[in-house]
């Protein structure tokens, strides 16, 4: 049986693809507060803004592709048992090739219902006001978990870190909450290789850990070679 390799993967694998985090330095996003387009209240407040900024998202997918580590990821798959969990919201790692992948944060190509959030289909356009899920009839919104909702793929992504004989942290500071946490549900024996250009202290970490400050296909290029060692 195959080694389970999780793969805990955040904002930097998909920036390498061009995709823009659409933070600025203040931290601002497109010049709005982060609670303005990414709050239950802020689209309750303004609709079309938020509509808006998240359109202007889903655009841009359709204009980047994959990088090579998304592809080196997808590609453990034929030695390990891969699981990707990731605090994105785009497809790459799907398109990558990825076949076993939990999104966090939700989907870019997803929407949902204003008042049921199990009610969820496959969406490639914009959202408009007045655009109506076609079951319930109410409103539709991205299939986004905004900040101050509940993050409802947490719970079966402890159990998959639970399971894991190795993990990856690529492209994520592991400093925002709940998705931070997930790499203290690792077994202490477990080998954690931390990928990215201007790694985070990661507090009380009890694995081995071997950090390597780069970009994230050339750390995948490193650590392809070394999980060789766990074959």
Known sequence: MNKKLVVLSGAGVSAESGVATFRDAGGLWEGHDIMEVASPEGFRKNPALVLDFYNKRRRQLFEVEPNKAHKIIAGLESDFDVTVI???????HERGGSTNVLHLHGELL??????????????????????????????????IVWFGEAVPAIMPAMDIVAMADIVIVIGTSLQVYPAAGLIDYAKPETPVFYI???PAHIP??????????????????VVKEKLKSYL
């Open 86 to 92: 990731t605090q994105n919201v785009d497809d790459l």
């Open 110 to 143: 997803k929407a949902r219902c204003t008042t049921n959030e199990s009610a969820v289909i496959d969406w490639k356009e914009d959202i408009m006001q007045g655009m109506m899920h076609p079951e319930t009839g109410k409103q539709l919104r991205p299939h």
């Open 204 to 221: 009380n970490l009890r694995n081995p850990l071997e950090v390597l400050p780069m970009t994230g296909s050339e750390g995948m290029e």
């Open 196 to 198: 990215d250009p201007k």
